[in-house]
């Protein structure tokens, strides 16, 4: 069974900037050969999660608009961890975040759909105060 688990959440101040890693395993194949497609949602209190960046198996990134130029989304393929670096935050960046993945996928359709993705973390809370 696949595990994803996120970690590195906590408070910060507006202007300030938290790196976020999320730790996949379980794969029941080769995972270093093959690849996965993943990504990072939010879900702030009061609203419907979204799609902050994801990567597909060819190492194309998406960003949402709203977190381009500010968030960096990295891997490190050999130890099946993926990094959210999240820099310049401001309060609206306050939410949950998940990671998820999609294993043996080359790419994707809608890297920022929910449902593209099979399993989930439980998500680890970030807020920025002002």
């Known amino acids: 069974q696949v595990q994803v688990e996120e970690s590195g959440g906590g408070s910060v101040q507006g202007g300030g900037s938290l790196r976020l890693s999320c730790s996949l395993s379980?794969?029941?194949?080769?995972?270093?050969?093959?690849?996965?497609?993943e990504a990072w949602f939010r879900q702030a209190p009061g609203k419907a999660r979204e799609g902050v960046a994801a990567l597909d198996g060819w190492g194309r990134i998406s960003y949402a608009d709203s977190v381009r130029g500010r968030f960096t989304v990295s891997q490190d393929k050999v130890n099946h961890i993926l990094f959210l670096q999240m820099d310049a935050l401001k309060v609206e960046d306050t939410a949950t975040y998940y990671c998820?993945?999609?294993?043996?996928?080359?790419?994707?359709?809608?890297?920022?759909?929910?449902?593209?993705?099979?399993?989930w973390g439980q998500g680890t809370l970030v807020t920025v105060s002002s």
């Open positions: 379980g794969f029941n194949y080769d995972s270093t050969r093959a690849t996965n497609c």
């Open positions: 998820a993945t999609r294993p043996a996928c080359i790419q994707i359709g809608r890297p920022m759909a929910q449902s593209e993705y099979k399993y």
